[in-house]
Nanobody, 124 residues
């Protein structure tokens, strides 16, 4: 059974930084891209960033461009999201996801395994 476990969420003041991590277990047969999405209360799920299996290609949403960076750990089954210069509007539950294939994508439908989410709260 595939499992994704996120860690690193929490409360931070505006302008601060947080690093989210995600580890995938139980998925060894294919190569897969990984991504981060977020959802604030009452809002739709929003794409944040994704990274290819190789780690060579990344895609970051315009809303976090220049502030967030996605990377892959030394182990291919991990992905990290470094969030800097955080703003109150970045407050949301952040979800890690694994894609159906290796190439970078921002489409929610391309991801078929999801974590439980981790809360990020940015105070003003």
């Amino acid at each position: 059974q595939v499992q994704l476990v996120e860690s690193g969420g929490g409360l931070v003041q505006a302008g601060g930084s947080l690093r989210l991590s995600c580890a995938v277990s139980g998925r060894t047969s294919i190569s897969y891209a990984m991504g981060w999405f977020r959802q604030d209360s009452g809002k739709e799920l929003e794409f944040v960033a994704s990274i290819s299996w190789s780690g060579d290609d990344t895609h970051v949403a315009d809303s976090v461009q220049g502030r967030f960076a996605i990377s892959r750990g030394n182990a291919k089954n991990t992905a990290n999201l470094l969030m800097t210069r955080l703003k109150p509007e970045d407050t949301a539950v952040y979800y890690c996801a694994a894609a159906r294939w290796a190439g970078v994508t921002s489409q929610r439908s391309d991801f078929d395994s999801w974590g439980q989410g981790t809360q990020v709260t940015v105070s003003s």
